[in-house]
């Protein structure tokens, strides 16, 4: 089935672990977004990648890199998790005018 | 800039009551898409309507209906006879092309509405 694949779904890390979130749609789309979502604050624009080669800096990209691999993927790295990046991480990709989520992944950091 | 505000942060109806979920928004395009998604308590993120900035015709889904005005700058959705099912965070969002074009879209959420609808 089309859509937006996001791994893991629940990850608990220690302040300065890093992790790598992984994002891959099928859509055939240019643009991919990851966002975070923290209660009371809707969905937050972290990097989007317009194109493949591409990448740039949404709202709240500071401790944060990603990686657009090729045109399916774009991953999100955590270099050295702090507790303000307990959230929930959403993946995007946008094709016919309407965003298309990934699952989302729990991420925890103690 | 772009910006979506959801005043209503929590809103508690009994079933079978409408309710009514307010959206503004704030943009210096004229060209945008306005957007509404369902966040059940699972978790998804699910698509309900996306409009479009030159139609300002009022949409009607089944019990869903939503109500676009460009002079207040407004896009909001009303449940009719909700439902249990209904009980969600709903969000607003706003999507503007980049100056030129170039295939991105930054599309911008407000905070969510929590209804919660009551048996």
């Known amino acids: 089935n089309a859509g937006v694949t996001q791994t893991p779904k629940f990850q608990v890390l220690k302040t300065g672990q890093s992790m790598t979130l992984q994002c891959a749609q099928d859509?055939?789309?240019?643009?991919m977004y990851w966002y975070r979502q923290d209660p009371g604050m809707g969905l937050r624009l972290i990097y989007y990648?317009?194109?493949?080669?591409?990448?740039d800096k949404g709202e709240v990209p500071n401790g944060y890199n990603v990686s657009r691999l090729n045109k399916r993927e774009f991953s999100l790295r955590l270099e050295s998790a702090a507790p303000s990046q307990t959230s929930v991480y959403f993946c995007a990709t946008l094709p016919r005018q309407k965003l298309f989520f990934g699952s989302g992944t729990q991420l925890s950091v103690l | 800039a772009q910006k979506v505000t959801q005043a209503q942060t929590e809103i508690s109806v009994v079933e079978k009551e409408d309710v009514t979920l307010d959206c503004v928004y704030e943009?210096?395009?004229?060209?945008?898409?306005l957007f509404w998604y369902k966040q059940p308590p699972s978790g998804e993120l699910v698509f309900l309507i996306r409009?479009?900035?030159?139609?300002?015709q009022n949409e009607i889904s089944g019990r869903y209906s939503w109500n676009f005005q460009k002079s207040t700058s407004s896009f909001n959705f009303t449940i009719t006879a909700s439902q249990v099912v209904d009980s969600a965070v709903y969000f607003c969002?706003?999507?503007?092309?980049?100056?030129?074009?170039?295939?991105?879209?930054?599309?911008?959420f407000g905070t969510g509405t929590k209804l919660q609808v009551i048996p």
């Open positions: 859509m055939n789309h240019n643009s």
């Open positions: 943009t210096r395009d004229t060209t945008y898409y």
């Open positions: 969002a706003l999507s503007e092309a980049l100056q030129g074009g170039g295939g991105y879209q930054k599309v911008t």
């Open positions: 409009r479009n900035s030159f139609d300002e």
């Open positions: 990648s317009a194109s493949e080669g591409t990448t």
